[in-house]
C-alpha cells in the first residue's frame, strides 16, 4: 500500500514552460482523504518552492530541496547535508577560472557569479539579496549546501568537471536539467532524503512512490517501492524505473497516479 508520493518538479511535474500538471492538484487532494500523502523533493532551493508548497498545500508534510542537502517541514529545516566549506572554496574557484556562471547556495546567503538566461528566469521569485561571488571569500563561516552551474556554453566542459568534483571526497557532479549542473555532498541526494524523510514519518520506502526524469532523481527512484519516469526523461533514467508515463507536458504524472490508485480516487 503506497502511503507516500514523492515528485521532482522540473521537467517532471512542470511542462517545459514551468506550469504544474494540471490535473495534479486535484488528485492530491483526493489521495490525501485516503491517507496517502504528496510530497516534493526538488533540485530547487526553498525560496523557489514556496509558490508550489502553497498551491499543493503541503502543510505537515517535509519536503526536500537542494537535491536532498535541505529538508524542511513548513518553515523549519529539519535536516541539512552540507559541502566540505574548503571543497565548495576550491570547485568554486575552479568554475570561476572556467569562465562559468554558477549560484553557491548557503544556509545563510547566495553568491552569484555572472548571468545567464536560466539563471534570469529561476531566480525571479527569489527573495533573499544575492552577494558578487569573488575567488578570494572567505569560507569558513559559510554552510554551503549546493552549487548550481549552467553550462549551456560550456557543455564540452561537463565531463572534465565531473571528473574533478569526483577528487573531493563525498562531493558529486550530477546533471540536473539540460546544461544544468549542481554540485552536492554525496550524502546529499534525492534518494537518502526521500529514506529520511520516510524514516520520519514512520514511512517504509516499499511504501513510497517517486516521480523523476534526470540524473539527479535516480537515487530516489530506486529507494522507492514504485518507481516511475516521464517519457521525456533521460534515457537512462528511464531504464531505472519500474513504469513510465506519459512526458511532462501531458500531466504524466497526475496520468499514472489516476490509472494506479483508479480503485480508490
Known amino acids: 500500500m503506497i502511503k507516500l508520493i514523492a515528485c521532482d518538479l522540473d521537467g517532471t511535474v512542470l511542462d517545459d514552460n514551468k506550469n504544474v500538471d494540471s490535473e ?3 488528485v492530491v487532494a483526493k489521495l490525501k482523504e485516503k491517507d496517502i500523502l504528496f510530497t516534493v523533493a526538488s533540485g530547487r532551493s526553498r525560496e523557489l518552492l514556496l509558490h508550489i508548497l502553497d498551491y499543493f498545500n503541503l502543510k505537515d508534510v517535509p519536503y526536500i530541496c537542494n537535491n536532498g542537502a535541505n529538508i524542511f517541514k513548513n518553515e523549519e529545516l529539519i535536516h541539512v547535508e552540507a559541502i566540505n566549506s574548503e571543497y565548495a572554496r576550491d570547485i568554486c574557484k575552479m568554475f570561476h577560472e572556467h569562465g562559468i556562471v554558477f549560484r553557491m547556495y548557503a544556509l545563510e546567503d547566495v553568491y552569484i557569479n555572472g548571468m545567464s538566461d536560466f539563471f534570469r528566469a529561476r531566480m525571479k521569485g ?4 544575492f552577494i558578487d561571488y569573488y575567488p578570494e571569500l572567505n569560507m569558513d563561516d559559510i554552510h554551503v549546501v549546493k552549487i ?3 553550462l ?3 557543455n564540452d566542459l561537463a565531463d572534465f568537471f565531473t571528473k574533478e568534483v569526483s577528487k573531493f571526497p563525498n562531493t558529486v557532479f550530477t546533471k540536473a536539467e539540460d546544461n544544468i549542473y549542481c554540485v552536492n555532498s554525496t550524502n546529499a541526494n534525492k534518494g537518502a532524503a526521500l529514506e529520511w524523510v520516510s524514516n520520519y514519518m514512520g514511512i517504509k520506502m516499499g511504501e513510497v512512490m517517486a516521480f523523476g526524469d534526470n540524473e539527479n532523481d535516480l537515487a530516489m527512484l530506486k529507494k522507492a517501492g514504485v518507481s516511475i519516469a516521464v517519457s521525456n526523461g533521460e534515457e537512462y533514467v528511464k531504464s531505472q524505473v519500474t513504469n513510465i508515463t506519459k512526458d511532462n507536458n501531458h500531466n504524466g504524472v497526475s496520468c499514472f497516479l489516476k490509472e494506479y490508485f483508479k480503485d480508490i480516487l
Do not use: I, M, V
Open 24 to 26: 495534479l492538484k486535484e
Open 126 to 129: 527569489y527573495s533573499k539579496p
Open 148 to 150: 548550481t552551474a549552467d
Open 152 to 154: 549551456t556554453n560550456h
